[in-house]
């Protein structure tokens, strides 16, 4: 796969630095508070209503095998828009904290690396060296497994099914 530079919006995720295309961002904000959904992973936290719509967040720590930490005023919430067949999802992704936006070139870029038999390019487009900083770049759509946005589409046709029952 070829390179391409373009605009990333970082974020650190403990002593990380990470980038996800601007084209994928719709908006930042600061934590809200989340609606705790029963039996599902560990990374989905739950759900929160961001002006009269449902938005599910996924703690990217947890999902990354990363130590659990507690939301403080610097937590965001990233709200990232992922294609999901004919309509596009928006979720919540929640982040130790905002950075900044990139312009990262081509010559800045270099592919994930590969450890043994287990590539890191499953949720890695590339690796951005700029600033004396290293930036590993999701491609956020592998992030979100299919079975994630499966059980993300579950829960929330669940809540609306319950939200309408209690209408009538």
Same mark, same amino acid.
């Given at each position: 796969?070829?390179?391409?530079?373009?605009?990333?919006?970082t974020?650190?995720?403990?002593?990380? +630095?990470y980038?996800?295309?601007?084209?994928r961002?719709?908006? #930042?904000?600061g934590?809200?508070e989340?609606?705790h &959904?029963p /039996?599902v992973?560990?990374f989905?936290?739950g759900v929160?209503?961001?002006r009269?719509?449902?938005?599910?967040?996924m703690d990217l720590?947890?999902k990354?095998?990363m +130590?659990?930490?507690e939301?403080?005023e610097?937590?965001?919430? #990233?709200v990232?828009?992922?294609?999901t067949g004919? &309509?596009? /999802?928006?979720i919540?992704v929640?982040?130790d904290?905002?950075?900044?936006v990139?312009?990262?070139q081509?010559?800045e870029?270099?592919p994930?690396?590969?450890y043994?038999?287990?590539?890191s390019?499953?949720?890695?487009?590339?690796?951005?060296?700029?600033?004396g900083k290293?930036?590993?770049l999701?491609?956020?759509e592998k992030?979100?497994?299919?079975?994630d946005?499966d059980?993300i589409?579950?829960?929330?046709?669940n809540?609306i099914?319950?939200?309408e029952k209690?209408?009538?």
């Amino acid at each position: 796969m070829e390179l391409q530079g373009g605009k990333y919006l970082t974020f650190s995720l403990g002593h990380e +630095e990470y980038g996800i295309p601007i084209e994928r961002v719709r908006e #930042i904000i600061g934590i809200l508070e989340i609606t705790h &959904i029963p /039996k599902v992973p560990r990374f989905i936290k739950g759900v929160i209503n961001l002006r009269g719509k449902i938005i599910p967040i996924m703690d990217l720590r947890i999902k990354f095998d990363m +130590e659990q930490k507690e939301y403080n005023e610097r937590t965001c919430i #990233i709200v990232v828009e992922i294609p999901t067949g004919d &309509i596009k /999802k928006q979720i919540g992704v929640a982040v130790d904290s905002v950075s900044e936006v990139l312009s990262l070139q081509t010559a800045e870029l270099e592919p994930p690396p590969e450890y043994g038999n287990q590539s890191s390019d499953e949720f890695l487009t590339g690796v951005g060296k700029i600033k004396g900083k290293v930036i590993l770049l999701l491609n956020i759509e592998k992030v979100f497994m299919s079975e994630d946005i499966d059980l993300i589409n579950q829960v929330e046709s669940n809540l609306i099914n319950k939200e309408e029952k209690v209408i009538k």
